[in-house]
C-alpha cells in the first residue's frame, strides 16, 4: 500500500512525508510499531458527508433540478430514442438517463451481468479522553495495513468519539433493505484489537455503531461508462468502498456522457468492457 500512495503521489505532485515509528509519538497519537513505515499528506482530510450531500442537493435544485425522494425506482427501459423509468408510484420519460444506483446498482443494470457484490462494512465510534485524537488539534485521518487486516479512522469530531473501522473482511452478497444491521461481535473484537495495538489513548467503550455498504468488483475500481446498447445511457456503478470522495468528477463524467457522448477526463480503465471485471458480458 505505502509504495502505491508513494508512486500516485510523485505521479500528480502531492507532497508526501515519510515519517519514521521513532518519530510519530512527537507528532500523533498513533503507534507504527518497529516493522511499520508511515507516511503523512499535509494537504489530506475529510468530508462531511451529510453535509456535503445536503449541499450538492441544493446545488442541483439551483441549477433547475426536481428532487424526488422516498419513491423507489422499480426499473427502466429504452423506448424509441428515449427511456422510460417506472417507480412504486409513477413513471418518467426522458431522452437520457444516468443510473447510479450504489448497493441495487446489479438489479438496474441486469442486463450487463456487471459482476457486482455487495458487502456489509461495520463502523465503530470509542469514547476517547485524549485531547491529541481531536480533529481541532490537528489529528489527521488514519489507514493502517496490518497483519491482521486494513483499518483506518477519523479523528474526534464535534465530540463524538473516535471512528475506526476494518476496510478488509467483511460479509457479502447481503441485501441492505433485510440485512442485520445490529453490531457484530467478531467485526469489534478485530476492531478493538487493532486500538489496542495501534491507538494508545482510545478507550474500548462503543459509543456509536453504524453500518454501510461496498458495492464490490472484481478489481476494485470503479465503473464509469455509457451503456453498450443505449449511447443514452451512463452510469456509474462498484465503487468499491471508495467512492464518495470522487462525487464531484464523477457527476462532471457523467454529465458529460449523457450530454455529449464524451469527456475530457481519462476514464478508460473504469470501462465496462475492461479484462478487470471478468468474462466477456453482453455488449462487452
Known amino acids: 500500500m ?31 510499531g518497529d516493522d511499520i513505515v508511515g507516511v503523512f499528506e499535509q494537504d489530506a482530510g475529510f468530508l462531511h458527508v451529510e453535509r456535503s450531500v445536503l449541499a450538492h442537493l441544493r446545488m442541483a435544485e439551483n441549477a433547475g433540478a426536481t428532487l424526488v425522494t422516498g419513491d423507489p425506482v422499480t426499473g427502466w427501459r429504452a423506448e424509441g430514442d428515449g427511456v422510460v423509468v417506472d417507480t412504486e408510484s409513477t413513471r418518467y420519460t426522458a431522452g437520457k ?94 476492531v478493538a484489537g487493532f486500538i489496542h495495538d495501534h491507538l494508545p489513548g482510545v478507550t474500548d467503550a462503543p459509543v456509536r455503531h453504524d453500518v454501510c455498504y461496498y458495492t464490490m468488483t472484481p478489481d476494485e475500481q470503479f465503473i464509469v461508462d455509457r451503456h453498450p446498447h443505449h449511447p443514452n445511457i451512463a452510469f456509474a456503478a462498484g465503487l468499491s468502498g471508495h467512492g464518495y470522495k470522487f462525487a ?37
Open 97 to 190: 438517463l444516468v443510473i447510479t444506483a450504489g448497493a441495487w446498482a446489479a438489479g438496474l443494470l441486469a442486463d450487463l451481468a456487471i459482476p457486482l457484490t455487495v458487502r456489509r462494512k461495520h463502523l465503530h465510534w470509542y469514547a476517547c479522553g485524549d485531547p491529541r485524537y481531536d480533529a481541532d488539534t490537528g489529528c489527521p485521518c488514519f489507514f493502517y495495513e496490518t497483519a491482521a487486516g486494513f483499518f483506518y479512522g477519523f479523528p474526534e469530531i464535534d465530540g463524538t468519539g473516535v471512528k475506526v473501522a476494518e476496510h478488509s473482511r467483511g460479509v457479502d452478497h447481503v441485501d441492505p433493505l433485510t440485512d442485520d444491521r445490529s453490531p457484530d461481535p467478531d467485526d469489534r473484537a478485530r
Open 248 to 284: 464531484p468528477v464523477l457527476g462532471e463524467v457523467l454529465a458529460d456522457l449523457a450530454l455529449d457522448g464524451v469527456t475530457r477526463q481519462p476514464i478508460g480503465f473504469l470501462a465496462v468492457d475492461r479484462p478487470g471485471l471478468g468474462p466477456s458480458r453482453p455488449g462487452g
Open 2 to 32: 505505502i509504495r502505491g500512495i508513494r508512486e500516485a503521489a510523485a505521479l500528480h505532485g502531492l507532497p508526501l512525508e515519510d515519517i519514521a515509528p521513532a518519530d510519530l509519538g512527537a507528532r500523533f497519537p498513533f503507534r507504527l
